[in-house]
């Protein structure tokens, strides 16, 4: 079972950025009392979560179309496993007689309210499982060989490795396993090999300013890391010895504190959350020289101070246009979802004699709800056209030529000029709107995200509610929960 004192413990510290540490608590006061509480919702599967952090998909090497959803319970010390096919839970011992068994981490059980898993991370095989936890004093992490999950349906029994400070957050490639740690602040890496996966440190690196959250570049060259205290981004270089090089951010490139990053490799781009009291942001940066990041015009407004960022692995198809899409948490209980497909220009179909009227210009406004299509149709017998939008429906608000138009929610705003003869009934428009983000409601704190690898589902974990969103990507809503 949860409490305040542990979720409370879990809160202060991943989010020890002293100068947004009231907006941040004050946000997080109302916390579920128990773990894995059903709330009776039919689209809810079961598992008994307890304070969900930490999340990564592994797919079945002998079938790539089963997929393995990990959970870190980071106040109980295990992490629960959920076939993704159907999303039950899948026991740890392949003993389906003892109900649901999650993987114990080793060191963790004795004494949850103080000693808290960080971040998981998985192999791309899927074999082993790293979990970085923290106690009062110290912190571990526990290697766990997960090769028989797919086959025999049990995992064995974890091994711990001591750290020399408290771990943060994990980046792992083929055999190279990166991890940020503070008091002392630093960054290790180790490598992981045989089938037994014994893991060696083979590089450390002394920082400042307490490392939190890193990510490596798609070629494995390089990692980025951010900090809780500097608006700086480092950069590490992993091709020979670790080595800290030139910053891809210097200090003052951004106004507040960089927090998560990730990378869209379609265009060479990082997504940086930037933590902020007065104005968080998704800033966008290019990357291409990694030690010399630009930070680039376009950048995003959330709703609410950030906590992780995700980019989608495929492209995917959104109103006609294809797009990798960024997803961001926030504090205020949502998921941001940010979407660059580029609008498309107004088609006029002329039903009749020619008119040619043209829209100019088209705009989203700030409240904008998602990109989409938009179709306005001429009815004569109003002389106004009907807007119709894939997402946001019939509106209520008509267009009129010469007059200017704002949809009903204020997504999109125009103005129809008329053409040169008079229009005629069933003369349309269709266009596309690029509103850059929308928002879907989720529950308590919902924290890290992990996309599948096909794209169609983010699941987000919601730490303070104890439970799993699952939200599919092409109709950006909330199609089921996990508890």
């Known amino acids: 079972m949860s409490n305040i004192k542990s979720l409370m413990f879990y809160i202060n510290q991943l989010y020890r950025t002293s100068r947004y540490f009231a907006a941040i608590l004050a946000l ?44 870190s319970n980071s106040t109980e010390g295990t992490v629960s496993i959920v076939d993704l096919t159907d999303n039950s839970p899948v026991d740890s011992d392949g003993n389906s007689s003892n109900g649901t068994n999650p993987i114990s981490v080793s060191g963790i059980t004795t004494d949850p309210d103080t000693k808290i898993i960080r971040d998981i991370a998985a192999a791309p095989d899927g074999s082993l499982l790293l979990v970085a936890w923290s106690s009062t004093n110290s912190g571990f992490l526990s290697k766990i060989d997960t090769s028989g999950i797919f086959t025999t349906g049990s995992v064995s029994s974890p091994t711990t490795i001591p750290l020399p400070g408290q771990p943060h957050s994990i980046a792992i490639t083929s055999g190279t396993v990166l991890v940020t740690c503070t008091e002392p602040d630093s960054i290790l890496s180790f490598v992981c090999s045989g089938t037994t996966y014994i893991c060696e440190e083979k590089g450390n690196i002394l920082l400042d300013n307490s490392p939190r959250n890193l990510i490596n570049s798609e070629d494995d060259r390089f990692a980025y890391l951010t900090f809780f205290d500097s608006d700086e981004i480092a950069t590490i270089s992993m091709t020979g010895p670790l080595t800290l090089v030139a910053p891809l951010l210097s200090e003052g490139t951004v106004s507040g504190t960089p927090f998560d990053l990730a990378i869209n490799p379609d265009t060479g781009e990082a997504y940086v959350t930037v933590v902020s009291p007065t ?5 966008v940066v290019d990357i291409s020289s990694p030690t010399q990041g630009q930070l680039l015009s376009t950048s995003y407004v959330l709703g609410g101070l950030p ?13 006609g246009t294809t797009n990798r899409l960024v997803y961001v ?45 938009w179709t306005l149709t ?30 009903d929610s204020w997504e999109v705003c125009l103005i129809i000029s008329p053409g040169t003869q008079v229009t005629t009934e069933g003369d349309k428009f269709i266009f596309s709107t690029n509103s850059g983000i929308s928002a879907i409601s989720l529950e308590y704190l919902p924290g890290d995200i992990v996309i599948s690898p096909g794209g169609e589902k983010a699941y987000i974990a919601n730490t303070g509610s104890d439970s799993i969103s699952i939200v599919d990507t092409k109709k950006s809503e909330v199609t089921g929960t996990l508890r």
Do not use: W
């Not at 906590?307 to 109103?319: D, E, G, K, S, Y």
């Open 307 to 319: 906590r992780r960022v995700a980019v989608t692995p495929i492209a995917i198809n959104a109103n």
């Open 28 to 71: 997080s006061l109302p916390l579920s009392l128990s773990c894995g509480d059903d709330d009776g919702d039919s689209t809810t599967v079961y598992h008994d979560f307890c304070a969900p952090n930490a999340l990564t998909i592994v797919s079945d090497p002998g079938d790539p179309e089963k997929e393995l959803l990990f959970v």
């Open 329 to 373: 948490t926030n504090l205020n209980g949502a998921v941001q979802i940010i979407d660059d497909s580029t609008a498309t220009e107004p088609e006029f179909i002329d039903s009749g004699e020619p008119s040619n009227p043209e829209i100019t210009p088209i705009s989203t406004m700030d409240r904008a709800t998602k990109t989409e299509d």
């Open 279 to 283: 104005s968080p942001q998704l800033a």
């Open 378 to 407: 001429y009815l004569s017998g109003t002389n106004k056209y009907l807007a119709v939008g894939t997402s946001s429906g019939t509106q209520v608000a008509m267009a009129e030529e010469g007059v200017v138009y704002v949809s």
